[in-house]
């Protein structure tokens, strides 16, 4: 077993992870329609292509992220799973996802690497929802990663209070995607709205990072920004994080995300694999000399973009203080068993 770095430096919360399922991983990708052509810019930012899902993908995918977070001078970056929508009964709906990654995989990842720590996903209608939750906990999960408005996840239910409550008590926070989303179906796109949260925050102690700060990830969908502002300043555990800003949809928010009563409630998230668009951010950021060497390594790109950008040095650093202090070392516990595939 390693141990992730310690110390100061910069960790990036938002790192999606992918696999074919070579190896036993469990993983799977079966993209249908017009996103197959979303396909391959997600995994060039990774440097693969499309024919590169043969073989052991899985483990060179963990290799060339393990790699590409050491050269971006990160601490470490959070690997997500991503569980299967569900529904309110708590049975799977494996077809309104086009990709799976079960939370073994990304805890094995962060078991065997010095730099990755893993972002579980547990759908919290599951049967075994709160076993899975215990069990991740003590396996040495960083933090539980889900999409609300692609899983089918309205948080405000009461059968879920008795989950989030245990997640509090366990000092994992909710990474949540918020805003609409593009990428991936959804399932109800009014779960994208931080506002879904705020009977949660109130109730169960729970730390909550909202993905994107509720930016528009959708072009006929609103931008929840000003509800995110509004819950930061109230919900003194309600924080966003940065990923993705860069895209031309959410970046009109990046001049808010540097006013002081913003920032303090943000931490740093790059959203790879998802394709660097610099025209979403100032010229002046990317006409610097340098700037076309960054491309090679997308995760230092977004680092550097947002350091040139202004945040300061808290922003980099925060999630160490949001994360249980067992993440780092990958946990005493085995991860937990696989569920049979569907
Ligand atoms: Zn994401």
């Excluded at 509004?230 to 860069?246: I, N, Q, V």
């Amino acid at each position: 077993m390693s141990t992730a770095l310690r110390g100061d430096g910069p960790i990036d919360c938002h790192v999606h992870c992918f696999g074919a399922g070579a190896g036993g991983s469990g993983c799977w990708i079966r993209v249908r329609g017009w996103r197959r052509l979303i396909m391959r810019p997600l995994l060039q930012q990774a440097g693969f292509r499309a024919g590169d899902l043969e073989g052991d993908f899985d483990a060179r995918f963990l290799r060339r992220m393990e790699g590409m977070v050491a050269d971006a001078g990160l601490r470490a970056a959070v690997l997500l799973a991503h569980d299967l929508p569900h529904s309110e009964k708590g049975e799977p709906m494996p077809s309104a996802t086009p990709f799976h990654v079960p939370n073994r995989h990304v805890l094995a990842a962060a078991r065997n690497s010095s730099r990755l720590l893993a972002g579980v996903s547990i759908h919290p209608a599951r049967p075994d929802a709160l076993d899975e939750l215990e069990a991740c906990a003590e396996a040495g999960a960083a933090l539980i990663k889900l999409l609300p408005n692609c899983l089918n996840i309205d948080p405000r239910r009461k059968a879920y209070r008795g989950f989030w409550r245990r997640s509090a008590e366990l000092g994992l926070p909710v990474l949540a995607h918020t805003g609409g989303e593009f990428l991936l179906p959804e399932t109800d796109h009014r779960m994208s709205d931080p506002a879904v949260w705020e009977p949660v925050l109130e109730d169960c102690g729970l730390t909550v990072i909202a993905a994107h700060c509720g930016t528009r990830g959708h072009p006929l969908r609103p931008s929840y920004f000003p509800t995110f502002r509004r819950m930061a300043g109230r919900h003194e555990r309600f924080y966003g994080d940065t990923s993705a800003l860069h895209l031309p949809l959410r970046g009109f928010v990046l001049s808010a995300c540097l006013e002081p009563e913003v920032e303090r409630k943000l931490v740093h998230g790059s959203d790879f694999p998802v394709p660097f668009f610099r025209f979403g951010l100032p010229p002046r950021l990317w006409l610097r000399q340098g700037w076309g060497k960054l491309a090679s390594n997308p995760l230092r790109r977004d680092l550097v973009c947002k350091q040139r950008l202004g945040f300061g040095a808290d922003v980099f650093t925060r999630l160490a203080r949001l994360i249980p202090a067992r993440a780092w070392s990958g946990g005493e516990a085995k991860p937990p068993a696989d569920r049979s595939e569907p």
